[in-house]
């Protein structure tokens, strides 16, 4: 079973930074492709950021490029998610999800195993 397991969310004011960590219950992640999704109350879920596992390729949804990084720990099995200049928008719960495919529709990735979520709020 593939299972990512998240950890790091909680609350900062806006402006501020967040780290969120995303082990991986198989070993080799570099035959998975990893990232994150996240959801806001009453929205659907949006497309936050990828990895590729064979060369490190990112993707990353318009509204966090400049502000996000996603990076990889391949001995840790451990990806993490970089959250700086932190707005209230960027309040969600954020998935960490996996894939053994580096699948895309339009410009977002496509999951297939998901972690089960960890709570980011960013107060104004």
């Known amino acids: 079973q593939v299972q990512p397991v998240e950890s790091g969310g909680g609350l900062v004011q806006a402006g501020g930074s967040l780290r969120l960590s995303c082990a991986l219950s198989r070993p080799f992640l570099t035959t998975y492709s990893m990232g994150w999704f996240r959801q806001a109350p009453g929205k659907e879920r949006e497309f936050v950021t990828a990895i590729r596992g064979s060369d490190g390729t990112t993707l990353y949804g318009d509204s966090v490029k400049g502000r996000f990084t996603i990076s990889r720990d391949n001995a840790k099995n451990t990806v993490f998610l970089q959250m700086n200049s932190l707005k209230p928008e960027d309040t969600a719960v954020y998935y960490c999800?996996?894939?053994?495919?580096?699948?895309?529709?339009?410009?977002?990735?496509?999951?297939?195993?998901w972690g089960q979520g960890t709570q980011v709020t960013v107060s104004s």
């Open positions: 999800a996996a894939s053994r495919y580096w699948s895309l529709s339009g410009s977002k990735w496509i999951a297939d195993y």
